[in-house]
């Protein structure tokens, strides 16, 4: 959700996160294909299987019971932690049934996302994890705690919608690469402040946080807005960046691709213009400083993005890294 910048200063954080995100993008499409050629090791049932494992550990509170690789690297909200610390695994109590899980043999990895209880408060709760050899050696996790954030609730997070688990026809499904082109092209509209370059299909409905932010039938203002009215607005031009953007796990036969995205908000601008003409100065949230990571999926029908589902947790520093890159 991005502005137009002038600047020289733009240009040049723009310009060398593309740098990092081509050359990632093409180590990426190499090792999947390198990954095509052999069978799996682990398909979907067996990554979810390992999914499953690791969330009982969790509830145990007992990381030694976690299928993991003696090198796993262990994230959560950007911070590299030892497996066992963090939110996540020090209050956790159970997890309950709201679970959606995009795996991708091919290139082994598989995301979750889910909510947790809590022995503070519930969380809603992603991960990304890569398996090898049926271990998993990478984990990285985004949790945000129910009344932490100024946005968060379990309202639509009780039965995770029977789309995200039907797989497509052939004649709609689409590429890995052509999933993840689309799918880019929403952040592109974020950072740029573009206008109608997202296919959406009419019914397209974004949950944030478990909130209903575009598509909402029964909403109002901007959250009631279908989904392509609501990213040609011009109130997202508080997001400065949208870097890197790193898209990880692929489901082709049901059309989903998740990713990490890193928003930063550089709170240089002030205000925007809004369809009348007239200027809106932007609230003192949105003036904030500060970096944004974002657990993002993607349904993609036809070619056309069909639903969105986000789970964001901020007050990062401003240039801060993923933990990832």
């Not at 990880?248 to 205000?271: A, I, K, N, P």
């Not at 036809?302 to 947790?313: F, N, P, S, Y």
């Amino acid at each position: 959700m991005a502005a137009y910048r002038s600047s020289d200063r733009k240009h040049r954080w723009h310009e060398a996160w593309l740098t990092r995100a081509a050359l990632m993008a093409c180590l990426a499409l190499t090792g999947t294909a390198q990954a095509a050629q052999a069978e799996p090791d682990c398909d979907r049932s067996c990554l979810i299987g390992i999914t499953d494992e690791y969330l009982a550990a969790l509830s145990l509170r007992d990381p030694e019971e976690a299928p993991v690789a003696s090198t796993v690297k262990f994230t959560e909200n950007t911070h590299p932690l030892k497996l066992g610390e963090g939110s996540a695994w020090t209050n956790v109590t159970g997890v309950q049934d709201y679970r959606i899980y995009v795996a991708d043999p091919d290139a082994g990895q598989i995301a979750l996302y889910t909510v947790l209880d809590g022995k503070e408060r519930p969380a809603i709760y992603t991960l990304r994890m890569k398996v090898v050899n049926k271990r998993i050696t990478e984990i990285e996790s985004v949790y945000v705690g129910i009344g932490q954030s100024g946005m968060a609730s379990l309202d639509n997070l009780k039965t995770a919608a029977p789309v995200w688990n039907e797989e497509l026809p052939q004649k709609k499904q689409r590429k890995r690469e052509e999933m993840i082109a689309i799918t880019d092209k929403y952040f592109t509209t974020l950072e740029d402040n573009v206008k109608d370059i997202i296919p959406f299909t009419d019914d397209c409905l974004r949950v944030e946080n478990g909130t209903m932010t575009a598509g909402n039938p029964q909403g109002s203002g901007i959250g009631a807005m279908s989904c392509k009215d609501n990213l040609n607005q011009p109130i997202w031009a508080y997001i400065t960046h949208v870097q890197p953007r790193r898209y990880l796990v692929v489901d082709v036969e049901r059309g989903l691709v998740s990713g990490m995205f890193m928003f930063r908000h550089g709170g240089e601008q002030t205000s925007y213009v809004d369809d009348k003409g007239e200027t809106v100065p932007f609230s003192e949230a949105m003036l904030k400083k500060q970096a944004v990571i974002i657990s993002e999926l993607f349904k993609i029908e036809d070619g056309r993005i069909r639903r969105i589902e986000a789970v964001m947790t901020g007050n990062l520093p401003l240039d801060a890294a993923s933990g990832w890159d």
